[in-house]
């Protein structure tokens, strides 16, 4: 009859590998630094409401708009001076001249009014 | 009385950090953690890789080690058996098998080829026993650990721990006995 533990005793565990120790020493260097990274980091204080930090935009811009907002005068233009502008951009200066009855030079010198 | 733990001198090194501490401790067991994932595993890179794991969470946890409690290397044992058998529920049995080297002129060829069968039986019969049972045999028989520090290990009681053991042992037999074609005791 054979003895078990005989039997069993035939399986050996190998020795580990030299290269076993230096690498966990190496993941266990790496994890320590990590952590301490993680701890340098600047923290905020407890009481820090980071809505303060935003409060000091929001009243820079409701200041920039109420400035704009007082300092801003529209131009009272009338409905003829937009047209003249816009005909003077188009280049049609004299032709809306000619529709308003003024006087153009025609070809030739012909000085003729059209009245409306 | 709290077992007196032999490696309580590494302990404030490993709190702090210092990885001289962390060195020392795996001179002392580096290869007993590394040889429960063998026995349980079968594979020598595995092993390697439960022992890593293993030493490295001893290493994250120090800094908060409550002294007293167990011994590191209980510890280092039952995370290295609770490693073996995550990975054997997740993949099943992943026994490899070695071709052995060519044996040496101290034994026949023949000889050499009955030990070969003899390993590869053997490793065949650890390989298909239940895997707390394999844990039970990797603990008891292959760690020396006692029947106490054995439950603990697998969080059982020292009953049902030795009722596990003698199962394992019975189911070995059975197998091996099978295999050699006589009774194995």
Known sequence: ?116 | MAKTDPDMDLLPGLREGDETALARLMDRHLKTVTAIGYYMLGDASLAEDVAQTTFLKLWQTAPKWEAGRATLLTWMRRVATNDCLDRLRKKGPIYLDHVPDRADDTETALEELEKNDMIAAVRHALASLPDTQKAAITLSYYQQVSQKEGAAILDQSVKAYESLLSRARKNLKATLSLLYNETVG
Do not use: C
Not at chain 1, 18 to 30: F, G, H, T, V
Not at chain 1, 62 to 78: D, R
Not at chain 1, 94 to 103: K, M, R, S
Not at chain 1, 107 to 116: F, R, V
């Open chain 1, 1 to 116: 009859m054979t003895d078990l533990n005989n039997l069993l005793d035939h399986v050996k565990a190998p020795e580990p590998s030299e290269l076993l120790k230096a690498r966990i020493l190496q993941q266990a260097k790496a994890q320590r630094a990590s952590e301490t990274v993680s701890k340098n980091k600047t923290l905020s204080a407890a009481n820090d409401n980071h809505w303060k930090r935003w409060a000091g935009l929001a009243a820079m811009a409701i200041i920039l708009g109420v400035v704009g907002l007082t300092t801003f005068t529209p131009v009272q233009t009338s409905e003829e001076d937009v047209w003249a502008e816009a005909a003077q951009n188009m280049g049609y200066e004299d032709l809306y001249a000619w529709v308003e009855g003024d006087v153009v030079e025609g070809p030739a010198g012909d000085e003729t009014s059209y009245p409306l």
